[in-house]
């Protein structure tokens, strides 16, 4: 048997669409999980989804709003009613906030609340009432090095990101008796679409000069990419983290020791 085989796994994997998402796709159905991608935007769920299944695994995608629990019971529903159980999760659907407090809104605070915050909360009361019933089940929430240290210009975010950390610990405890496996991943700088949109957008002509700069702000001199991410949760679903519960590792190239 390869190292850490997900081979039949039902993999619930949210904002599979781009970035660390669309990779931990990729990895989980190299892997051998049947990959139940949930993304908003339509377009690209279905597009990573067809990549997928054109390279030989096995991924369905399903319109999903995170924020919407109703939506996300439905979904989860379905997925049992097909498939017959639900054995990972990954919570990857986020967004992003830049802003100190007095320049978050109540409409951007609202906003991240929905996603970052209730959208990890829904997903997980989708799935655990099935992974209580088969006894077993692994879910991973995305959290990030702004739970662990304060980051500059992200008010909103690190909140959502210190409440995503906090349900990560509550939930471990509270279904150990269920075999229900329950940690958080917290990544620093990844190299992702959402990266370079923001270098195109605030500076203009000088993307290649702020990215080496973004770069450099992580100890060991470049960003995460997103398939290092991927990898890591693969590790943490496999058999082999099965004594491995309530822990939020940071991924951060030295980000949270060498700059404390």
């Known amino acids: 048997m390869k190292a850490f085989d997900l081979t039949g796994k039902i993999a619930i994997i949210t904002g599979g669409g781009s970035g660390i998402g669309e990779q931990m796709c990729r990895v989980f159905a190299e ?29 369905t995608f399903r319109a999903a709003d995170v924020s919407d629990q109703k939506n996300v019971q439905s979904t989860c529903e379905a997925i049992v009613e097909e498939l017959g159980r639900i054995d990972i999760l990954i919570n990857n659907a986020g967004i992003s906030h830049i802003g100190k407090l007095h320049e978050t809104t109540e409409r951007d605070f609202d906003r991240i609340y929905q996603v970052n915050i209730k959208g990890v909360y829904n997903c997980m009361y989708g799935v ?9 089940g ?3 929430n995305m959290g990030s090095v702004a739970s662990m240290v304060g980051l500059p210009d992200r008010f909103a975010y690190s909140t959502s990101k210190g409440a995503v950390e906090l349900m990560t610990y509550t939930v471990a405890r509270d279904y150990l008796e269920y ?12 190299h992702t679409p959402f990266v370079d949109n923001y270098l195109k957008q605030h500076y203009p002509g000088q993307e290649q000069e702020m990215y080496e700069q973004l770069s450099k702000t992580q100890p060991i001199g470049r960003m995460a990419k997103p398939v290092e991410i991927a990898n890591l949760a693969r590790y943490l679903c496999s058999e ?8 939020n590792y940071p991924i951060d190239g030295g980000f949270v020791t060498l700059n404390t």
């Open 31 to 59: 892997a051998g999980a049947l990959v139940q991608l949930l993304e908003f935007n339509e377009e690209r769920g279905q597009a990573v989804a067809d990549s997928i299944a054109a390279q030989g695994g096995k991924a």
């Open 128 to 136: 655990i009432p099935f992974m209580m019933k088969q006894k077993s």
């Open 138 to 140: 692994v879910i991973i």
């Open 179 to 190: 075999n229900i496996r329950c940690n958080s991943i917290a990544p620093a700088r990844v």
């Open 240 to 247: 082999e983290a099965s004594f491995i519960t309530g822990t």
